[in-house]
């Protein structure tokens, strides 16, 4: 019975890993998307006000990566730095790359208020489990 839970854990963890990875891309896709493929995708019409888009990608981003580490309450803070550093590098390159974006504070700032909401979903999920 044991060799059973311990095959679904890892099942588990390797399904929020591909997920983890499969969401990774699409933030950086729709973030280095050409302002102008934006506005013909009317990306931001699908995502509602940017800010809350924000939010939303980077609370998933969090908790997808988390839930793959497999990560206790203790060990988070990798998880944590890696996420925000993801989300400043990216706004980072909209502003370098030639894609008619800009570096944002307040986008960055709501990828960071996404990413300490997304732990914090994940540390509820431990206390449940």
């Known amino acids: 019975m044991m060799h059973l839970q311990i095959k679904?854990?890892?099942?588990?963890?390797?399904?929020?890993?591909?997920s983890a990875v499969i969401w990774t891309l699409v933030i950086i896709i729709l973030s280095?998307?050409?302002a102008a493929k934006m506005k013909e995708l009317q990306v931001v019409d699908i995502l509602g006000i940017d800010k809350a888009g924000h939010i939303f990608f980077y609370v998933i981003l969090s908790f997808l990566w988390a839930k793959a580490?497999?990560?206790?309450?203790?060990?988070?803070g990798l998880i944590i730095f890696l996420c925000i550093s993801f989300g400043f590098f990216?706004?980072?390159?909209?502003?370098?790359?030639?894609?008619g974006r800009t570096f944002d504070f307040y986008d960055a700032l709501a990828n960071v208020l996404g990413v300490f909401i997304g732990i914090f979903l994940?540390?509820?999920?431990?206390?449940?489990?």
């Open 8 to 18: 679904h854990k890892k099942l588990g963890r390797s399904i929020y890993f591909y």
């Open 69 to 76: 580490a497999g990560i206790n309450g203790k060990s988070q």
């Open 32 to 34: 280095l998307l050409s």
């Open 90 to 99: 990216l706004e980072i390159l909209q502003f370098y790359l030639s894609i």
């Open 122 to 129: 994940f540390n509820k999920t431990l206390k449940t489990n």
